[in-house]
C-alpha cells in the first residue's frame, strides 16, 4: 500500500511564526503536492513537484514556499504565518510523469494565532 | 463559472437504496477523471477513477462517464451506513499536470 505521511496531525503557531509542514511517501512517486481544504472552498493547490529540486506553483502559492530536495520528501513552508492560513493542510503523491491517482496523506490541521 | 461543480447536498439516500452523484466540468480538454471518498476529519481516498466514455463497475460503485456532455457520476448501489461521507470529483487535463476538485457532496445513509 502506498503510505503519505505528515509530521503533525495537528499544530498552533503563533501569527509571523515561519512554519514547516513536512510529507513524506515510501512508493517511489515522482509527483508531489501541496493542498489545503477551507469549507466552502474545497480542496486548493498550493504546489507541487515533478521531481527533486523542482516545483511549480499551483492556484494559491502566495505566502507558501516548497523545497524537494529528496524523492520521497516534500517540504511546506509558511514564511511568516497568518491568521488566513488557518486550515487543514493535505499531502499528496502520484507515480509517474502522467497525472492518475493521487494519494493522500492524512493531514495537518494548522492554526494560527 | 466553476471548472469542477457538484452539488453540496447532503444526499439522502435509504439504506439499501441506490446513490447517484453527478458532477459536471467546464474544459473539453479534461481527459481523467476520479472519484474520491472523504469522511469527516479524515483525509481523500480514492475510489474510482475512469478515462473513456460509458461505464465501469468496481464492486457497488460505478462511475459513469460523458464527455460530449462533460459530465461524470457515481452511482452507489446497496448504500449502506458506511457510506456516509463527502465524495470529491476530481479532474486533470489532456496537458494535465493538476487535478482540480470540485467542491464534493455530502452523502448520508440512514439505517
Known amino acids: 500500500d502506498v503510505k503519505v505521511t505528515q509530521s503533525s496531525r495537528y499544530l498552533v503557531k503563533r501569527t509571523g511564526e515561519k512554519v514547516f509542514l513536512e510529507c513524506v511517501q515510501d512508493m517511489d512517486h515522482e509527483n508531489m503536492f501541496w493542498y489545503r481544504q477551507d469549507p466552502g472552498l474545497g480542496l486548493r493547490l498550493i504546489y507541487f513537484s515533478y521531481d527533486v529540486k523542482m516545483k511549480e506553483k499551483g492556484d494559491i502559492p502566495e505566502g507558501y514556499s516548497v523545497s524537494r530536495e529528496k524523492k520521497e520528501r516534500f517540504s511546506l513552508i509558511l514564511e511568516s504565518a497568518s491568521t488566513n492560513q488557518t486550515s487543514m493542510y493535505l499531502c499528496a503523491s502520484s507515480p509517474g510523469t502522467v497525472l492518475y491517482e493521487q494519494y493522500f496523506g492524512p493531514g495537518t490541521r494548522l492554526t494560527v494565532t | 463559472q466553476k471548472e469542477v461543480e457538484q452539488n453540496s447536498g447532503p444526499l439522502s439516500v435509504p439504506e439499501g437504496a441506490i446513490a447517484s452523484l453527478n458532477c459536471t466540468y467546464s474544459d473539453r480538454v479534461s481527459q481523467s477523471f476520479f472519484w474520491y471518498r472523504q469522511y469527516s476529519g479524515k483525509s481523500p481516498e480514492l475510489i474510482m477513477s475512469i478515462y473513456s466514455n460509458g461505464d465501469k463497475e468496481d464492486g457497488r460503485f460505478t462511475a459513469q462517464l460523458n464527455k460530449a456532455s462533460q459530465y461524470v457520476s457515481l452511482l452507489i448501489r446497496d448504500s449502506q451506513p458506511s457510506d456516509s461521507a463527502t465524495y470529491l470529483c476530481?479532474?486533470?487535463?489532456?496537458?494535465?499536470?493538476?487535478?482540480?476538485f470540485g467542491g464534493g457532496t455530502r452523502v448520508l445513509v440512514k439505517p
Open positions: 476530481a479532474v486533470t487535463k489532456a496537458a494535465g499536470n493538476k487535478l482540480t
